[in-house]
């Protein structure tokens, strides 16, 4: 069957060799993405020096970047959105490599009126080094993962489930998302949807200025407001985020979460998209 054109937006900040590992991904996937955005909240000198080096193996990359003061994520992203050439766009985070069928998977599953929601396995330092230093590839991973549950487990490893492959042609597939997936939600670092749908919606809220909740609740929240259903990718579209220190800050969390209540329920959101589009290209 023919699929839509598709962008994957990938965010960055300054991790290189992460991003390293998400482009070998993007070399081998069943089904490769029309384009690749790297949406970088930031102008690293390292990571332009570095796209350099990539670029003769992906004639389909376009880096934007913009001035590093503070999280921005949002109007980073807004930028690639306005700045995709595609119909259906899917969207990662710069430390999450996805499986060889991840851009397969969400094509596949993809449907007018819905946003698809995926998840991530999240290994611990042992198994995120071994990968980051190419000590096992990531179809060894994949293809091991089940074998590597003891391993795994030693390794604290957090989202197990969300690591097993059964792909969207499989019967368990579909009986576990018809008993227990039917009330999905957005995580940012991997979900997707179509394009059409980001405009009716004007992107992300750039009021939004520190991370959790601007990037993937709010989304979410908008969407509902124009009845799209959210839909489960999991165990379908898979990817391993690496592991990293965490800085979740329950102060900023709360603040994000006080933004959110005090908006309106209204599907557009006023400091958005739009004024990316207007030219016809990302400002």
């Not at 946003?115 to 096992?136: D, M, N, V």
């Not at 102060?251 to 998209?273: F, H, R, V, W």
Request: charged share 25%; with cysteine.
């Amino acid at each position: 069957m023919p699929y839509r054109s598709s962008a994957i937006i990938i965010s960055v900040y300054k991790d290189t060799e992460a991003l390293g590992l998400i482009l070998d991904s993007l070399l081998n996937q069943t089904l490769a993405p029309d384009q690749i955005i790297i949406s970088e909240d930031g102008d690293s000198e390292e990571m332009r020096q570095f796209i350099k080096t990539q670029i003769s193996r992906f004639p389909n990359l376009l880096h934007l970047t913009q001035p590093d003061s503070g999280w921005r994520k949002n109007r980073a992203l807004n930028r690639a959105i306005a700045a995709s050439e595609a119909e259906y766009l899917i969207f990662i985070d710069g430390d999450c490599i996805p499986y060889p069928e991840f851009i397969e998977e969400h094509l596949k599953l993809e449907e007018p009126n819905h946003a698809l929601c995926g998840r991530r396995s999240e290994p611990g330092q042992y198994f995120s080094t071994l990968l980051r230093t190419k000590k096992i590839s990531l179809k060894r991973y994949e293809s091991a993962y089940l074998l590597n549950f003891f391993a795994l487990k030693r390794d604290r490893v957090k989202h197990y489930e969300e690591g097993i492959y059964f792909g969207s042609h499989h019967p368990l597939f579909h009986f576990i998302h018809s008993i227990s997936r039917k009330n999905s939600h957005i995580v940012g670092c991997n979900f997707s949807c179509h394009k059409s749908d980001m405009v009716r919606i004007n992107g992300f809220d750039e009021d939004f200025t520190m991370p959790t909740t601007g990037e993937d609740s709010d989304i979410e929240r908008r969407m509902r407001l124009l009845n799209i259903q959210m839909k489960s990718c999991r165990n379908a579209a898979n990817m391993v985020h690496l592991d990293h220190p965490k800085n979740f800050n329950p102060e900023i969390s709360a603040q994000t979460t006080a933004l959110m209540a005090s908006k309106d329920d209204t599907p557009y959101c006023l400091n958005g998209l739009d004024q990316h589009m207007k030219s016809g290209h990302a400002k």
